[in-house]
């Protein structure tokens, strides 16, 4: 069973950085594609980066310039790395995986909760 855990969530003040980690296991095939979503209270979830296995990426228009998704396929972990973090940033972020397997299965992980004061 695929099971997705992630990490690195926290209370940070208003232009810090946290770093955000994604691993997954169980899975008998390669992870396609990996990314981050997040969900503020009383909005529905974005996307907020990906990354495929190549190692290409794509950015929301709010994380572009501040946040920088990255994987290390060997582990099979995702990772962001957030800086210049602002109170609208405040949300719970998700960590996604997509894997191809006859068909394509989308696997989440429990979130963990980002918070940044003003």
């Known amino acids: 069973q695929v099971r997705l855990v992630e990490s690195g969530g926290g209370l940070v003040q208003a232009g810090g950085s946290l770093r955000l980690s994604c691993a997954v296991s169980?899975?008998?095939?390669?992870?396609?594609?990996m990314a981050w979503y997040r969900q503020a209270p009383g909005k529905q979830r974005e996307r907020v980066a990906s990354?495929?296995?190549?190692?290409?990426?794509d950015y929301a228009d709010s994380a572009k310039g501040r946040f920088t998704i990255s994987r290390d396929n060997a582990k099979n972990t995702a990772y962001l790395q957030m800086n210049s973090l602002k109170p609208e940033d405040t949300a719970v972020y998700y960590c996604?995986?997509?894997?191809?397997?006859?068909?394509?299965?989308?696997?989440w992980g429990q979130g963990t909760q980002v918070t940044v004061s003003s």
């Open positions: 996604k995986a997509i894997i191809f397997a006859l068909a394509q299965n989308n696997y």
């Open positions: 169980g899975s008998a095939f390669s992870i396609n594609v």
């Open positions: 990354i495929a296995r190549d190692g290409s990426t």
